[in-house]
């Protein structure tokens, strides 16, 4: 996406939630969750049990109710697929994956699991392109990135979390680096470049403020995420009263 194009969704943004935007603040939002596992067999690669994708809802709701984000979830449903081609190449067949396995509204948060390659942990769809492809929206994250996974130090669940903030309308932290409008979050100190690990000290901008390393929309270790901003709270209800 374009500068220009980002720019332009702002503007849409604020014109789709224009005078609701102030009483938004105390607005709080349950959503349903379906998971969609995918994996080459029953206790085989990929299987995910029904107390990881309870104890992924739990982190999810740790983390966006310490933050005071107004969003909870709750599980609405759950299928396991054995399809070991899913499995292995869900970039390759994600239209056919969503098609068929995807459910409820614009508010409804679906959720797949599977084998990403090139050491992807996830990726989601934005709150803006549902309209436009509604069947190809949702949260795809890596089975090993589930609490208790495979994945060091990428194994408590906080995947889902962040790719869950870009299904509500948040850029990374780092997005646009230095420069101006950065995240379209004002609380979240510029960063140039991605935080690995967990760079407690870090401040990559010149900008006032050190880099939000901790903030879930970083790329730090799981157990280094801790918070979203005041600002990024107040931008997922924006872009759910716009959006979803
Ligand atoms: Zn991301």
């Given at each position: 996406m374009s500068p220009a194009q980002a720019a332009a969704l702002e503007r849409q943004l604020?014109?789709?939630?224009?005078?609701?935007a102030s009483a938004l603040a105390t607005t709080t939002h349950r959503v349903p969750v379906y998971f969609h596992v995918i994996r080459t067999g029953k206790g085989k690669t990929g299987d995910v049990s029904r107390t990881r994708i309870d104890d992924q809802i739990s982190v999810m709701n740790s983390a966006y109710g310490k933050s005071e984000t107004g969003f909870s979830f709750y599980l609405k449903g759950r299928d396991w697929t054995t399809n070991t081609a899913w499995l292995k190449a869900p970039d390759t067949y994600e239209k056919q994956i969503k098609s068929k396995l995807?459910?409820?509204?614009?508010?409804?948060?679906?959720?797949?699991?599977?084998?990403?390659?090139?050491?992807?942990?996830g990726w989601a769809t934005f709150p803006w392109q549902y309209k436009g492809d509604p069947a190809m929206d949702g949260v795809m994250v890596h089975y090993g990135s589930l609490p208790g996974g495979s994945i060091t130090h990428?194994?408590?669940?906080?995947?889902a979390t962040h790719e869950t903030g870009h299904w509500l309308g948040l850029y990374?932290?780092?997005?646009?680096?230095?420069?101006?409008?950065?995240?379209?979050?004002?609380?979240?100190?510029?960063?140039?470049?991605?935080?690995?690990?967990?760079?407690?000290?870090?401040?990559?901008?010149?900008a006032a403020g050190k880099d939000t390393v901790h903030n879930y929309m970083d790329y730090s270790y799981d157990t280094c995420m801790t918070q979203f901003s005041k600002g990024q709270a107040s931008r997922m209800q924006k872009e759910w009263a716009a959006y979803r």
């Open positions: 604020d014109q789709l939630v224009g005078q609701r995807r459910k409820g509204d614009a508010g409804t948060l679906n959720v797949y699991t599977a084998s990403l390659q090139d050491g992807l942990l990428y194994n408590v669940g906080q995947s990374h932290t780092f997005e646009g680096g230095c420069t101006s409008p950065g995240d379209y979050v004002s609380d979240t100190p510029y960063e140039s470049e991605p935080a690995y690990k967990c760079p407690t000290s870090r401040d990559t901008c010149t």
